[in-house]
Structures are given as structure tokens and as C-alpha cells.
T-cell receptor
Framework: DVKVTQSSRYLVKRTGEKVFLECVQDMDHENMFWYRQDPGLGLRLIYFSYDVKMKEKGDIPEGYSVSREKKERFSLILESASTNQTSMYLC?????????????FGDGTRLSIL | AQTVTQSQPEMSVQEAETVTLSCTYDTSESDYYLFWYKQPPSRQMILVIRQEAYKQQNATENRFSVNFQKAAKSFSLKISDSQLGDAAMYFCAYRRGGGNYGGSQGNLIFGKGTKLSVKP
């Protein structure tokens, strides 16, 4: 089974801090994704990557950046955390970008910015 | 741009009964894929079922089946013999098909979700 591991289940940070959310997958997947999940808004794509060192903006990239130095690891960075970035963050991966390829999700990180 | 709409924020079903979750989508594409994902309280999102738009036959996975109405752009999920473990958030998602799905074109577009409760 594919395993997508997010480094923290819960995280509390302060406004203005630089925050790193880490995600690792163990199935040599090409594609990795970061979503934000908010009640009543569903999942919104922040950034995705289809290869090492490659990244593309999703629907809501403002205030975020990403890093993919190794194939198995995809990091989401909040450059200067703000309270409106309090949310659930989900990482996902897929084998490749084919339309029938399912995305496999991590357990999520619930981030609170105080 | 494609959109996915789940009109039922919350649903409830009695254990062992059948429930149907609604999903509609808007697209001008003819080739695409549709998915239902389940997110239990433990939070890991898992794929429940998928449907290729070019297939007329509705997909089924054990107690889960879909009613795919391409002309109406409707993709509902039916859960038969509901179990307590079916309680979760359910998300409908769309992805375009065809050969050109590089970049953002191959990404999933999610609905806002339906919270399903199962009563014992």
C-alpha cells in the first residue's frame, strides 16, 4: 500500500513565524500535491509538483511556497504565518499525472496560527 | 472552468439502509474521470470509486455504486446496507481526460463535501 506520511498531526505556531510542513511518500510517485481543507470550502490546491525541483501553483498559492529536492519529499512553507492560514493541510501523491491515477493522501496536519 | 457541486452539506442514514449522495459538475469536455473520496474522522482521505466518462456502465465497488448521468452531468454515490464505518465526509472530484493532462490540466477538482452520519 502507498504510504503518505505528514510529519505532524497537530501544529501550533505564532503569527510571523516561518512554518514548514513536511510530506514523504514511499512509492516512488512522480506527482505530489498540497491541499488546504476548510469547512464548507472543500479541498483547494495550493501547489503541486510533477518532478523533482519542479513545482506549479495551484488555486491558492499566495503566502505559500514549496520545495521538492528529492522525489519522495514535498515540503510546504508558510513564509510568514498569518492567522488566516489556520487550517487543515493535506498532502497527496500519485504515480503520474494520468487522469485515471488516484491520489493517495496523508493523514493531514491541523495547523493553528496564534 | 470546471466546477463540482455537492448540494447536500450533511446527510444522515439509518444503519443497514441505503443512502444516495448527490454530485453535479460542469464541464465542456467530453473525456474526463469522476471520483468519490471518503474522509473518515481519522482524516485520511481514501478513494471509494471512480468512473470514466466514456464508459456507460455505472461503476460499482461492493456496497458502493454510482449513478452516472453524462447528459445531466450528474454523478451520485449510492451506499447500500450502510454501516457505522461509512460515517465520514464524502468528496466528489473531477479530472479531465484526454492526452493533454500535463501541468494543472490533470489536477483534481473537488466539491465541498457531504458529511454523512450513520445512526445505529
Amino acid at each position: 500500500d502507498v504510504k503518505v506520511t505528514q510529519s505532524s498531526r497537530y501544529l501550533v505556531k505564532r503569527t510571523g513565524e516561518k512554518v514548514f510542513l513536511e510530506c514523504v511518500q514511499d512509492m516512488d510517485h512522480e506527482n505530489m500535491f498540497w491541499y488546504r481543507q476548510d469547512p464548507g470550502l472543500g479541498l483547494r490546491l495550493i501547489y503541486f509538483s510533477y518532478d523533482v525541483k519542479m513545482k506549479e501553483k495551484g488555486d491558492i498559492p499566495e503566502g505559500y511556497s514549496v520545495s521538492r529536492e528529492k522525489k519522495e519529499r514535498f515540503s510546504l512553507i508558510l513564509e510568514s504565518a498569518s492567522t488566516n492560514q489556520t487550517s487543515m493541510y493535506l498532502c497527496a501523491s500519485s504515480l503520474y499525472q494520468g487522469p485515471n491515477q488516484p491520489q493517495h493522501f496523508g493523514d493531514g496536519t491541523r495547523l493553528s496560527i496564534l | 472552468a470546471q466546477t463540482v457541486t455537492q448540494s447536500q452539506p450533511e446527510m444522515s442514514v439509518q444503519e443497514a439502509e441505503t443512502v444516495t449522495l448527490s454530485c453535479t459538475y460542469d464541464t465542456s469536455e467530453s473525456d474526463y474521470y469522476l471520483f468519490w473520496y471518503k474522509q473518515p474522522p481519522s482524516r485520511q482521505m481514501i478513494l471509494v470509486i471512480r468512473q470514466e466518462a466514456y464508459k456507460q456502465q455505472n461503476a460499482t465497488e461492493n456496497r458502493f455504486s454510482v449513478n452516472f448521468q453524462k447528459a445531466a452531468k450528474s454523478f451520485s454515490l449510492k451506499i447500500s446496507d450502510s454501516q457505522l464505518g461509512d460515517a465520514a465526509m464524502y468528496f466528489c472530484a473531477y479530472r479531465r481526460g484526454g492526452g493533454n493532462y500535463g501541468g494543472s490540466q490533470g489536477n483534481l477538482i473537488f466539491g465541498k463535501g457531504t458529511k454523512l452520519s450513520v445512526k445505529p
